[in-house]
């Protein structure tokens, strides 16, 4: 391993600690504005890291490398175990009295955000420790997008590599990234501020606005009350946060091309097409069911039949009702939306709807070939066709996917958890959902109850499904540190 790609990686890793560090001073000034000790805690947290952070700065400042695979791998895992560890450090020391293990699992579940959370009282908690927690998920969220954008296909393991919506250079949606990026944040902020002010006239307070728009946005369900969205008990905000939730899981580079280019022919991305009908699929299928079998209106199965699958499918991890108490096939449902998640490109996580576009074309075409073995025969994503390469990295991302879930499940039993909570608690770390199927996990439950190992094997879990996996396993080969 080159030393200068060390001195780079903890170098840029020292800045996005910096920055994370001032963003500690935004909860100290609310719970300092309310009257709550915790501003200490932010305060002397934010002063403590960025500090810390400052000078590993100055100590590896340098001329940066070649940004090559190695690098990228290399920074994505650190500057993604950085997050998570600032992260902790104001919720650890708080007055809740977190154990370190549970305040970097509360840390990891709002940077890549999850959702799962293991404190238990929302409602009485300082509002320094809600925002902190809504903050993590809303930078998360940035974080991710830029990762399925802009690091990952050059890293050859997202998707976004495929998704060219013309062949040609002056058809990419921007000739430059830094407009790329600029147009990207305008989008985040707009769609936050957006989902805010319609929770506000939906009867939300501004603070939990403010807070679920964020976390909304992120796709990432961390709430201010420990009902989540059953608190407030209102049809319109399930119905806007579906909508948000929905928007969201699309690729934002495809909203970048409709708001600033009204570029139309960007929503032709075959994965929309398959996200909406694995959704809308789910959804009305559950209202049915729990009209026929609950006698529930129609009207009100299907908001809350959409909005929850919604809130799985899009990894949102929101939840109105306790659905695994609609019936075993809700149960059925809800597992299965686990692993699916949204679309490339997004804030969502899951397996992704692309991987089954691309594995669909795949199967076709290799049962196409058994009828004709001399014919050629391409596997297309859309208009693109999709090479070896990429093919092998979707069924790879698969395989080692349903491999991490059976492995993590049988870890979970080995720490004494019923077969339920094991595999649901696994699958809904590693798609980055939230609340998990049982008593235990399940939306009506938490995760404050999972002892501190176990909290450890779901941290690493969501660690590897944000990072889609692949890449933090490339760490392990031992090719990877030759020089």
Request: with cysteine; charged share 10%.
């Amino acid at each position: 391993m080159n030393a200068s790609l060390l001195r780079s990686t903890i170098y840029i890793s020292a800045l996005c600690g910096l920055y994370l560090s001032v963003a500690m001073f935004l909860p100290a000034i609310v719970d300092l504005y309310n009257g709550h000790d915790d501003w200490q805690v932010f305060a002397m947290s934010g002063v403590m890291v960025g500090g810390f952070c400052a000078a590993a700065a100055l100590a590896t400042r340098g001329p940066p490398p070649v940004f090559n695979k190695r690098f990228g791998f290399l920074l994505v895992n650190v500057l993604w175990l950085v997050f998570s560890i600032v992260g902790a450090i104001p919720l650890f020391l708080a007055e809740y009295n977190l154990s370190f293990a549970q305040a970097l699992f509360e840390s990891i579940s709002g940077i890549t955000t999850t959702g799962s959370t293991v404190i238990v009282g929302l409602d009485d908690l300082p509002p320094g420790i809600l925002l902190w927690r809504s903050l993590l998920c809303w930078l998360g969220g940035i974080g991710i997008v830029a990762l399925g954008l802009f690091v990952l296909p050059f890293l050859k393991v997202g998707g976004m590599s495929i998704f060219k919506l013309e062949s040609s250079e002056t058809d990419k949606p921007f000739a430059r990234l830094a407009s790329f990026t600029r147009a990207f944040l305008a989008v985040y902020v707009a769609l936050t501020i957006a989902c805010a002010i319609a929770y506000d006239l939906a009867g939300m307070s501004h603070f939990d606005a403010v807070n679920h728009a964020m976390t909304t946005i992120a796709t990432a369900g961390f709430s201010t009350h420990d009902a989540s969205f059953a608190f407030f008990d209102s049809n319109t905000i399930l119905v806007i946060g579906a909508i948000f939730l929905a928007i969201c899981s699309l690729p934002f580079s495809v909203l970048i091309l409709l708001a600033v280019r009204n570029r139309l022919d960007a929503a032709r991305d075959p994965q929309i097409l398959v996200f909406l009908g694995y959704l809308c699929g789910i959804s009305i299928a559950l209202a049915v069911y729990q009209h026929l079998r609950n006698g529930v209106e129609m009207s009100n199965a299907l908001i809350h039949a959409f909005f929850n699958m919604t809130s799985i499918v899009s990894t949102g991890g929101f939840a109105s009702d306790d659905y695994t108490q609609w019936g075993p096939f809700a149960v059925l449902l809800a597992f299965f939306a686990t692993f699916a998640g949204g679309c490339s490109g997004s804030t969502a996580g899951g397996i992704k709807a692309y991987r089954f576009v691309v594995i669909f074309n795949v199967v076709r075409a290799g049962l196409s070939r058994l009828v004709y073995p001399n014919a050629m025969y391409t596997v297309r994503y859309g208009r693109v066709t999709v090479d070896a390469e990429t093919q092998r990295g979707v069924f790879l991302f698969v395989s080692l996917y349903i491999f991490l879930w059976v492995v993590g499940s049988i870890g979970m039993t080995l720490f004494g958890y019923d077969i339920l909570t094991a595999t649901s608690s696994v699958i809904t770390a590693l798609s980055n959902v939230g609340p998990g199927i049982g008593p235990i996990i399940g939306p009506a439950g938490n995760f404050s109850t999972i002892s501190d190992p176990a909290l450890c094997l779901l941290s690493l879990m969501m660690l590897l499904g944000r990072l889609e996996v692949l890449t933090v396993l490339v760490l392990l080969t031992p090719v990877f540190w030759r020089h």
